[in-house]
């Protein structure tokens, strides 16, 4: 269970974000990169041949695994793995800067796993064996970028995935 400290500390935070958009915005804008120079991938077939992986920012897990650990200053930046035959109702959202209940309510507005299986076979050729759940409610951005997102990268390059459909949380 969170603590007080932590339960105040994202109650805050989502009542920044409500009632103070623009100093939200530039204090959450400050802690991001930008990315400099172009990116060179395009894609290389038709998307009806592509597998498609899932990844979400928005703190969503399988019920049995543990949650994110939102109860740290630098945010938790490890990922969990989601099986393309998870169903919506065995997954949940961890996260402490916004608010889960709506995603907790209907995980497809942060996670649309089975409305993209239902391309399966005809848009795209399959959906990845694994998709994943990250937790975006960090401040400090290199462990994501240095350690979890090389790791990401090699299983779904394993896993021969052409595109990452990448959702916010």
Request: net charge positive.
């Amino acid at each position: 269970m969170l603590s007080l400290y932590y339960k105040l500390r994202s109650k805050v935070a989502i009542g920044w974000s409500k009632y103070f958009p623009k100093s939200y915005k530039k204090f959450t804008l400050s802690n991001t990169r930008v990315w400099e120079g172009p990116i060179n991938n395009s894609l290389q077939k038709p998307l009806s041949q592509c597998r498609v992986a899932l990844l979400t920012s928005a703190g969503v897990h399988l019920q049995n695994d543990a949650p994110f650990n939102v109860e740290t200053l630098d945010g938790d930046h490890s990922y969990r793995i989601i099986p393309p035959d998870t169903q919506h109702s065995e997954l949940k959202a961890t996260h402490i800067y916004y608010d889960t209940k709506h995603a907790n309510i209907d995980i497809s507005i942060v996670f649309p796993l089975e409305q993209l299986k239902e391309l399966e076979g005809h848009s795209i050729h399959a959906v990845s064996n694994c998709n994943f759940g990250l937790n975006g409610g960090t401040l400090n951005h290199e462990p994501h970028e240095k350690i979890t997102a090389p790791k990401v990268a090699d299983i779904l390059k394993k896993d021969r995935v052409d595109i990452a459909f990448l959702v916010p949380g």
